[in-house]
C-alpha cells in the first residue's frame, strides 16, 4: 500500500458542506421514519383516532353595548333599551334633567302671560276696553311660545347628541361620566343646533304654505272656496306626512354623522343621505317600529293615571264639594301627569336617539366595514395602546350618491 493509498482518519464534518459534496451520499440517504402520532400506527393511518377538522368558527367580540358586526332587528331593539339601563346616570340623568327644565320653561311661558292679563282684567273698571289689554295677551303668547319652543330645540338637540356618543363609546365597552361624555361631544353643539333649528323652521314654513292656501281659497271664494279649501289642507296634510317621513328617514343619520364624523350640515346630509341609499324601507322600518313600541307603552303608563284622577274629578263635582277642593284635586291630578309624563318622555328620547345612532353604526358595518375597524380599536386598546383618536372617523373619500 503506497503512502497516498494509506488510511487516513476521517475529519469532523463541516455544518455547512461545499456545494455538491458528498452528493452520492446524500442522495443515498434517507431519513428515518417519524413515530408514529396517534393518528398514525407503525403500518398507516390509525382510523380510529380524531381526525383534524375544520377551524371552529368564532363569534364577533362583544366589548359593550353591541356585538362587532352587522345588526339584525333584535339586536338594534334590545340595544336601544338597553342604553339606558347600562349606563343610567349621564344617560336618563341629563334626560330627565333636559326635560325637566323644557317644561318648566314652557310652562312658565304659556301661563304667565294669562295669569297677568287676568290680574289686568280684573283691575279694569266697567268703562275700560279690555282690546289691548287682550292684545297684548296674544302677543306675548306668540313670542313666549316661540321662545320656548327655541329653548326646546337647544336642550333636545344638547340630549341627542349625549345619547349619540354613548351608544358610540358604549358599542367599544367604554362606560364614561357625563363630562367625559360632554368633551367627547365638544365643538357639535351648535350644529346640532342648527339642524334642529332648520327642521323646525321647514316644517313650520310647509305647514304655513298649506294654512294660507286654504285662507286665500276661502277669501277669494267665499263658500265656494270653503270645500276647496278643506280639500286642500287634507291632501296637503297627507302630502306633508309622506314628504316628511321620506327627508325623516333619509336625514335620520344627520346627527350621528354631525357628532361621530364632525362632519359640518351640508356634509352630514349627503352623508345621511348616502348611507340610507339602498336601505332605506329597513331604515325606516325600524324607526317606525320603535316609535309604535315607544308610543303604545307611553299610552299604558300614562293613560291609566290620566283615566283615575279624571274619573275621581266627575265624582267629586256632584257630590256638592266646593270649587277650591274640585280645583285642587285638578292641580294635584296635573301635576302628578306632568311627572309621569316627563319620566316617560325622558325615558323615550334616549331608546329613539339610540336607536337612530345604532341605525348608523349598523349601515357603516354593512357598507364600509366599520366592525373591522371597531375591532383593531378595541384589540390595541386591549393590548395597551393609547391616543388611538376617533375610530369612526373616515379617512378615505367617500362619494354621496
Known sequence: MSDEQQWKAPSAPSSTPAQGAFSEQSAAFTPPPAAPG?????????????????????????????????????TILGAAF????????????????????????????????????????????????SDPVLAGLFASTFVNTAVAMLFGIVAT???????????????????????????????RILALIGWATIS??????????????????????????????IIVVIFGAIGLTVLGAWLGTKLGLLPSALVLERLKIVEAMRRSWQLTTGYFWRVFGITLLVA???????????????????????????????????VVVQVIGWIVQSLIALVVTSITAI???????????????????????????????????????????RTQQWNAA
Open 200 to 229: 323646525a323652521l321647514a316644517f313650520a314654513i310647509a305647514i304655513g304654505v298649506v294654512v294660507v292656501a286654504a285662507i286665500l281659497l276661502i277669501a277669494s271664494m267665499g263658500s265656494a272656496g270653503t270645500g276647496l279649501a
Open 351 to 393: 331608546i329613539q336617539t339610540a336607536a337612530s345612532a345604532l341605525i348608523y353604526l349598523d349601515l357603516r358595518m354593512r357598507k364600509e366595514g366599520l366592525d373591522i375597524e371597531l375591532i383593531r380599536y378595541v384589540e390595541r386598546t386591549s393590548a395597551g395602546e393609547s391616543g388611538l383618536g376617533n375610530p369612526y372617523l
Open 82 to 129: 338597553r342604553t339606558l339601563r347600562r349606563n343610567p346616570r349621564p344617560t336618563f340623568g341629563a334626560s330627565i334633567l333636559i326635560q325637566g327644565i323644557i317644561w318648566i320653561v314652557t310652562n312658565v311661558a304659556l301661563f304667565l302671560p294669562w295669569l297677568l292679563s287676568i290680574d289686568r282684567l280684573s283691575q279694569l273698571g266697567n268703562e275700560s276696553s
Open 38 to 74: 396517534p393518528a398514525q400506527t407503525a403500518f398507516g393511518p390509525n382510523p380510529s383516532a380524531p381526525q383534524p377538522g375544520p377551524a371552529a368558527w368564532t363569534p364577533p367580540p362583544k366589548p359593550g353595548l353591541v356585538p362587532l358586526r352587522q345588526m339584525d332587528l333584535s
Open 157 to 187: 338637540s344638547i340630549l341627542q347628541g349625549i345619547i349619540v356618543v354613548e351608544v358610540a363609546r358604549g358599542t367599544l365597552g367604554e362606560k364614561l361620566p357625563l363630562r367625559s361624555l360632554w368633551q367627547l361631544m365638544k365643538g
Open 292 to 326: 309604535v313600541i315607544l308610543g303604545f307603552a307611553s299610552s299604558v303608563i300614562t293613560g291609566p293615571v290620566s283615566f283615575i284622577f279624571t274619573f275621581i274629578t266627575i265624582l267629586i263635582a256632584p257630590t256638592g264639594a266646593s270649587v277650591e277642593t274640585v
